[in-house]
């Protein structure tokens, strides 16, 4: 099959362009390759893919409407994985207009391209950041995601609902993946993950919120890529299923978590890094910062029961592995 990966140049987007060329798809990868983050490790990341004889990239950004268009109307996509946007939920309460053009518009360019071109299925990602101000946890696909506390937060909730109308209107099937915290080699400089590690082993003084008093539902890359690549066959049907749930509807459209399903307390995925390095953590304990939560936890029955996917990675393993791709990379 040929797929369309957008942020082909991202973290997961490069990690799941890697998985499909190896599945033997033809895979073409675009992304704006902006500088929100160091350009060279995004080129780093496309130069690895570009080794290979059934990959295309193409760089492309997906607020250009009439690009977009051409690219889908030339290729001929049978499926697309959207992963392109505008990361970054601090980053966002300083950049509103980015996170509009990126997020929002962007994502309509691609319904748009899947609408005219009789895409089978569209997968994009979404956020656990929509989960905001909920209380009850783990968090399920059933609350309600109505509070955001971040505009990348809001921005990703409109992908959800945007998807939906499309699904309703046009029989798009579509599948959004709320991801929760990310991590593994190659990761990105902005998280906490890679920014620990590089304050760590230089032997600065890490920046701690909430006074170390948070838990995330940190899931390593490999797990997240298989979740991926597992849903992408998962065709939301058209059904007559009542809606008396935020995510059921009688359209082809499907939201599910993506997550390990196991939250670790930030001090102790801290000392997994300062154990892998070697190297005790000068830390800097600071009150919670404005458009974060405390705790994310991620309830991922739902995805398993159509998928059979289950993370098996643990904390360990994986900010070993992290760590010593960390090292290498930048010769530490």
């Known amino acids: 099959m040929k797929y369309l990966v957008t942020g082909a140049a991202g973290f997961i987007g490069a990690a799941v362009c890697q998985k499909l060329i190896e599945l033997g798809h033809v895979v073409v990868g675009v992304d704006n390759l902006n500088n929100y983050y160091d350009v060279n490790l995004k080129l780093e990341r496309v130069h690895r893919l570009r080794a290979c004889s059934n ?80 209380k009850v946890q783990p968090f399920k696909e059933s609350h309600s995601v109505d509070h955001p506390v971040s505009l990348y937060a809001a921005t990703k909730r409109a992908n959800e609902l945007l998807s939906h109308t499309y699904s309703h209107l046009y029989n798009i099937p579509t599948t959004g993946l709320r991801f929760f915290t990310v991590y593994g080699p190659w990761g990105r400089p902005d998280m906490a993950p890679f920014k620990f590690t590089k304050a760590i082993a230089e032997g600065k003084a890490i920046d701690v919120y909430n006074h170390g008093d948070m838990y995330r539902d940190f899931t390593y890359i490999d797990d997240i890529v298989e979740g991926i690549v597992r849903v992408q066959d998962v065709i939301p049907p058209k059904n007559e299923a009542k809606r008396d749930s935020p995510n059921v509807s009688d359209a082809p459209y499907s939201i599910y978590n993506i997550g390990n399903g196991s939250p670790v307390r930030l001090m102790d995925f801290i000392n997994a890094i300062e154990d892998a390095l070697g190297v005790e953590a000068k830390m800097n304990f600071m009150p919670m910062q404005p458009g974060d939560v405390p705790s994310t936890w991620a309830s991922t029955d739902e995805l398993f029961k159509v998928t059979g996917y289950k993370p098996n990675v643990d904390i360990k393993t994986g900010v070993g592995n992290f760590v010593a791709w960390y090292k290498e990379y930048y010769n530490v």
């Open 55 to 134: 990959f295309v990239f193409r760089t492309l950004d997906l607020f250009d409407r009439k690009e977009v268009s051409s690219l889908f109307k030339a290729e001929k996509f049978d499926r697309v994985i959207h992963l392109g946007a505008q990361a970054g939920v601090r980053f966002s309460l300083e950049n509103p207009h980015t996170y509009s053009d990126a997020n929002l518009a962007g994502h309509i360019s691609i319904l748009e391209g899947c609408r005219h071109n009789k895409v089978q299925h569209l997968v994009y990602a979404s956020s656990s950041s929509v989960y905001g101000m909920n």
